[in-house]
């Protein structure tokens, strides 16, 4: 898959590693933005209240699957109801939420652990495969929580559960499991 993300920081810059492992092609974009009209794949990586200002230096952003990482500690912009459809609103393709629940610090240990870690996602009918894909060639177990809507909201309001947790044990990985798959 020819992937575009945008920001190319610990979380951009470690899946774009993780995904050229997996046999993708990917290009991770700074702040000075670039072009993304070749892209199957595009991929949010930024600062949630940095996300118009990025959007806004990428050309060729045209429709294409999106997947949302971001996550805010800042006040919310109350015109969307989540960052995901603020981002849709400028891509306008079917657009998901992961890996913003995972800790990108511990990406490059995620093939040493005795199970696979999960990344929640949620996601618009149209991106659930591609999505569900790039999460386990990322090296996790994707775990659907629903549609965008109410979805991607849930995603981003657990991020202070998140970081409750991280503040007990530093970053660490989970695992959903019905009973008798663990
Ligand atoms: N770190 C984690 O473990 C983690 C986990 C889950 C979710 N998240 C979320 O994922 C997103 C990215 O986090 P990160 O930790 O990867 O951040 P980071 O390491 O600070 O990287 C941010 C990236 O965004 C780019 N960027 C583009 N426009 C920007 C602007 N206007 N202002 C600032 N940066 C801009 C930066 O560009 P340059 O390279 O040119 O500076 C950089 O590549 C955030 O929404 C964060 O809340 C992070």
Redesign the pocket.
């Known amino acids: 898959m020819n992937i575009t993300v945008?920001?190319?920081?610990?979380?951009?810059?470690?899946l774009a590693r993780l995904w050229e492992k997996a046999g993708h092609e990917v290009r991770?974009l700074?702040?000075?933005g670039g072009d993304a009209s070749d892209a199957d794949v595009v991929v949010v990586?930024?600062?949630?209240n940095?996300i118009a200002?990025?959007l806004q230096?990428v050309t060729g952003l045209k429709g294409q699957v999106t997947i949302d990482?971001?996550?805010?500690?800042t006040e919310r912009d109350s015109a969307f109801p989540s960052l995901s459809h603020q981002i849709k609103s400028v891509i306008g393709g079917p657009t998901a939420k992961s890996?913003?629940?995972?800790?990108?610090?511990a990406y490059e240990q995620i093939g040493a652990q005795r199970v696979t870690p999960s990344s929640l996602y949620a996601a618009e009918p149209d991106a659930k495969g591609i999505t569900a894909r790039l999460i386990g060639d990322a090296g996790f177990d994707p775990v659907y929580v629903g549609d965008l809507d109410p979805g991607a909201r849930l995603l981003e309001d657990s991020?202070a559960l998140t970081r409750a947790l991280a503040g007990q044990m530093g970053?660490f990985f989970y695992r959903y499991a019905r009973p008798g798959e663990l």
């Open positions: 945008i920001g190319r920081g610990r979380v951009g810059g470690g991770a700074g702040r000075d990586a930024v600062p949630g940095s200002e990025a230096r990482t971001t996550n805010l500690y890996f913003s629940t995972v800790f990108a610090s991020s970053p």
